[in-house]
């Protein structure tokens, strides 16, 4: 079975950070791109980044460029997001998933499947 988890999420002040985890299982995570997601009830699902399955290529949305960094370690089966400098309009269910993966783009924040459940992140404002 093809599992992903996501963790690490909480609650943070202004300019504060985090690092979300997600956790595959039932299959080898260095083989696919994994992008991260967000939803806030009520409003549509924003891709937030992407990472190619080498790790070589990353892909960040303009609202989170230069303060998020994803990564992985394909040897644990794990995917991160490191979050920094955290904004009260970060607030959101961050989820991760399988992306498109081609030669001509390595990952792209679109297009996810093999959702995790998701993990809660709130700023305070």
């Known amino acids: 079975q093809l599992q992903l988890v996501e963790s690490g999420g909480g609650l943070v002040q202004p300019g504060g950070s985090l690092r979300l985890s997600c956790a595959a299982s039932?299959?080898?995570?260095?083989?696919?791109?994994i992008g991260w997601f967000r939803q806030v009830p009520g409003r549509e699902r924003e891709g937030v980044s992407c990472?190619?399955?080498?790790?070589?290529?990353?892909k960040y949305a303009d609202s989170v460029n230069g303060r998020f960094i994803s990564s992985r370690d394909n040897a644990k089966n794990t995917v991160f997001l490191q979050m920094m400098g955290l904004r009260p309009e970060d607030t959101a269910v961050y989820y991760c998933?399988?992306?498109?993966?081609?030669?001509?783009?390595?990952?792209?924040?679109?297009?996810?499947?093999?959702w995790g459940p998701g993990t809660q992140v709130t700023v305070s404002s």
């Open positions: 039932g299959f080898t995570l260095g083989n696919y791109a």
């Open positions: 998933a399988q992306v498109p993966s081609t030669i001509e783009a390595p990952c792209a924040i679109y297009g996810g499947r093999f």
């Open positions: 990472i190619s399955p080498g790790g070589g290529t990353t």
